[in-house]
């Protein structure tokens, strides 16, 4: 156990719907970072936050956005999903940003229909 | 070219030999590297890290690092039925951008 937490661990939208998912870090880290993977494929970075901030942003649309909180739990929200949304989202935490090593929660698996 | 490229596999085993996966990168600029291992349906889990050009070793596991020829390898002796899983190679291309950029996955299957 990583100590990682996420909500929900299933769900269920429909086309054009929103939805927010959500991420507690490891105690004692203050950075976040959220990795959507698709079915057979690797993990790809959607976008960091450390200390509140967004901190680097990978390649997706601006209807991908998030938070982080003073507790540095964190939210990724995703407007009008869509059915390539389907996925699984992992959140994984860590401490500060010098390459240090990410810990993964047990993910979020989004059915988008 | 992607950035960290991976043989999807599957990779058969027998039980009590040695795996080895490996895994190439880009960017020379490269720091670190991450091996974690994703069970059907779970997140991935952290096997090893290495920064360091050379061996690196965690009980069965050896990481292997060698910059100049942009590759990273794990090696796993006395395989087990339970080391049968995906295994995901990542690096944090530079400081900064502090991204872990993942392979595809080997999907690795340990024959009783």
């Known amino acids: 156990e990583t100590g990682v937490t996420q909500s929900p661990t299933h769900l269920i939208k429909t086309r054009g719907q929103q939805v927010t998912l959500r991420c507690s870090s490891q105690s004692g880290h203050n950075t976040v970072s959220w990795y959507q993977q698709a079915l057979g494929q690797g993990p790809q970075f959607i976008f960091q936050y450390y200390r509140e901030e967004e901190n680097g942003r990978g390649n997706f649309p601006p209807r991908f956005s998030g938070l982080q909180f003073p507790n540095y739990s964190s939210e990724l929200n995703v407007n009008a999903l869509e059915l390539d949304d389907s996925a699984l989202y992992l959140c994984?935490?860590?401490?500060?940003?010098?390459?240090?090593?990410?810990?993964f929660g047990p993910g979020t698996r989004l059915l988008v229909l | 070219q992607k950035e960290v490229e991976q043989n999807s596999g599957p990779l058969s085993v027998p039980e009590g030999a040695i795996a080895s996966l490996n895994c190439t990168y880009s960017d020379r600029g490269s720091q670190s590297f991450f091996w974690y291992r994703q069970y059907s349906g779970k997140s991935p889990e952290l096997i090893m890290f290495i920064y360091s050009n050379g061996d690196k070793e965690d009980g069965r596991f050896t990481a292997q690092l060698n910059k100049a020829s942009q590759y990273v390898s794990l090696l796993i002796r006395d395989s087990q039925p339970s080391d049968s899983a995906t295994y995901l190679c990542?690096?944090?291309?530079?400081?900064?951008?502090?991204?872990?950029?993942f392979g595809t996955g080997t999907r690795l299957t340990i024959i009783p």
């Open positions: 990542a690096a944090h291309l530079n400081f900064g951008n502090e991204k872990l950029t």
């Open positions: 994984a935490s860590s401490l500060g940003l010098a390459g240090e090593t990410q810990y």
